[in-house]
Every structure is written in C-alpha cells, then in structure tokens.
C-alpha cells in the first residue's frame, strides 16, 4: 500500500532523514518506533506532503505522490492525526469531525452519516459531548477527537503520530484498544510511537528509527524479543530516560519563551 523508498529530508542544512525506507501492506499496523529526535515526525511530514524530500521516492497505492501538495495526498487516501491532537478548541465536537471530511469530494451524505456512526462506536463519549467545545473536553477525549476526525476523511491510510503522549497510563490502554479496533474493522495504519512496548503488542511489524537512519526492522514478536530493544526501548529504564528528556526539553521551551516575552518587553 505504502512504499518509502531511500528519502531523504532536510531542515535548512540539517539532514533529518537519511535513506530512510519503509513499507505498510495493506490491513497492517505498522509501528514506527524511536527515540524523541530520531526522525520519526519528520518521517510523517514527509509522506503527508508537508515536507518535501530531497531524494528518494514515495508511493501510496502503486501510484508516486513523491512531492505533491498535502491536500492531494489527503484526498488520495492517507489521514494524519498529528502529535499533540491539535483540535480546534473553539469548534464543537460535532464541527471538529465534520471538518476531517473536507478532503471528501462529492461524498455521499450516507457515506457521512454512516462513518460518524463508526467514530461513535469507537467512541461513545464524543456522542454524548458532539454539542460541548473543543476547550471544554480533556486530554483524553481530545485524542479520541482528533483519532475520529481522521476517521471522518474516509482514509485508507491512517498515520498515527505519537497518540498516546501526555496520557494517563489508563486511557493509553483505551486508545490502543481503539486503534487494534480501527484496524480490524479495514484501515491500514502507520503507528508512530516512543511508547514501544505498547505499540507493539497491537503491531504486525515495526521499524526503530535512531538519528535519521532504520537501523532495525522485524516482526512486532521478534522486536519484542530482541535483547538490543529490551536495553534501549522497552525497559523500565528506557521510559524513564525518555520522561527526563522530555521533561528537558519542555523546560527549555518554556524558558526560550520566557526569554522572548523578556526581549519584547524591552
């Protein structure tokens, strides 16, 4: 269904991807699994057509969407839910999910209908909150909303980037669930994650990205196994390591904030 071949993506004179290739069949989930850093977001910009790849080549579908505009990617087929959910807070519930159907041309008002009944069954609570405002839900919900907006564009593809950030222990349970049920009922996911335990146990196979390059792919039961991905990605330690560097680079954002608001403020 997907196939990425050898890209290679550039920040300005920074090289994010490095040959980076990967391939999701059709009715897999597939997790791409790494470090915070490591290029996986980067990946994810790449495909949707937000970044454009200085080599290499990106097929969906047997047909080469290397370098098309986002919107045309997202009407070909592929839906991203990206990092952090970012709804429209503003907005209702109702209206958020309406507006993941804007890549949808000349979609038949059933065809509407039919898959908001697929996002209320995967999701009951936003049934019952479809009037409340996108402010007004909490973390959790936000993530089922954005999950259900891509849902709404009617996708054969769905990439998933880091949906379980910033949730408690117990609705991470409750997203992965969801999304082995989305896949079940027929999209193809691309499942990015640092969670790596998690998304594998839901995955068919994964790929572990580290400083722009694949340096690992194998069934989701081998990686689960193998000895270099206990000591790195699926320890006790590894979480602990991944907090802290979160933690980090919150505090320097903040910081960098702070020292702007400083600089305006003379």
Same mark, same amino acid.
């Given at each position: 269904?997907?196939?990425?071949?050898?890209?290679?993506?550039?920040?300005?004179?920074?090289?994010?991807?490095?040959? /980076?290739?990967?391939?999701?069949?059709? %009715?897999?989930?597939?997790?791409?699994?790494?470090?915070?850093?490591?290029?996986?977001?980067?990946?994810?910009?790449?495909?949707?057509?937000?970044?454009?790849?200085?080599?290499?080549?990106?097929?969906?579908?047997?047909?080469?969407?290397?370098?098309?505009?986002?919107?045309?990617?997202?009407?070909?087929?592929?839906?991203?839910?990206?990092?952090?959910?970012?709804?429209?807070? %503003?907005?209702? /519930?109702?209206?958020?999910?309406?507006? %993941?159907?804007?890549?949808?041309?000349?979609?038949?008002?059933?065809?509407?209908?039919?898959?908001?009944?697929?996002?209320? *069954? *995967?999701?009951?609570?936003?049934?019952?909150?479809?009037?409340?405002?996108?402010?007004?839900?909490?973390?959790?919900?936000?993530?089922?909303?954005?999950? %259900?907006?891509?849902?709404?564009?009617?996708?054969?593809?769905?990439?998933?980037?880091?949906?379980?950030?910033?949730?408690?222990?117990?609705?991470?349970?409750?997203?992965?669930? /969801?999304?082995?049920?989305?896949?079940?009922?027929?999209?193809?996911?691309?499942? /990015?994650?640092?969670?790596?335990?998690?998304?594998?146990?839901?995955? *068919?196979?994964?790929?572990?990205?580290?400083?722009?390059?694949?340096?690992?792919?194998?069934?989701?039961?081998?990686?689960?196994?193998?000895?270099?991905?206990?000591?790195?990605?699926?320890?006790?330690?590894?979480?602990?390591?991944?907090?802290?560097?979160?933690?980090?680079?919150?505090?320097?954002?903040?910081?960098?904030?702070?020292?702007?608001?400083?600089?305006?403020?003379?």
């Amino acid at each position: 269904m997907l196939k990425v071949a050898a890209i290679e993506t550039w920040y300005g004179a920074i090289q994010a991807l490095k040959g /980076v290739s990967l391939e999701v069949k059709q %009715g897999e989930i597939v997790a791409l699994l790494g470090a915070n850093g490591a290029g996986k977001s980067t990946t994810i910009k790449t495909i949707t057509g937000m970044l454009r790849p200085a080599k290499g080549t990106i097929e969906f579908l047997g047909r080469e969407i290397t370098g098309m505009e986002a919107e045309d990617i997202a009407e070909a087929g592929i839906a991203c839910v990206p990092e952090g959910r970012r709804i429209f807070p %503003g907005l209702s /519930v109702m209206d958020n999910l309406m507006l %993941g159907a804007t890549p949808r041309k000349k979609v038949a008002k059933a065809d509407l209908e039919r898959d908001l009944e697929r996002v209320f *069954h *995967h999701f009951p609570i936003l049934k019952e909150f479809k009037d409340r405002l996108g402010w007004q839900l909490s973390g959790g919900q936000q993530q089922m909303l954005a999950i %259900g907006r891509g849902l709404m564009s009617g996708a054969k593809l769905m990439l998933l980037d880091e949906p379980s950030l910033g949730l408690a222990p117990v609705l991470v349970q409750e997203v992965f669930r /969801v999304i082995k049920d989305i896949n079940t009922t027929g999209t193809t996911i691309l499942l /990015v994650e640092q969670n790596a335990r998690m998304a594998l146990l839901i995955a *068919h196979r994964g790929y572990v990205l580290e400083t722009g390059r694949m340096t690992l792919t194998d069934s989701s039961a081998n990686l689960l196994a193998n000895e270099d991905m206990k000591a790195h990605y699926l320890g006790a330690h590894a979480h602990v390591k991944e907090a802290r560097q979160r933690r980090s680079e919150a505090a320097n954002r903040r910081a960098g904030g702070a020292m702007g608001a400083q600089g305006q403020s003379r």
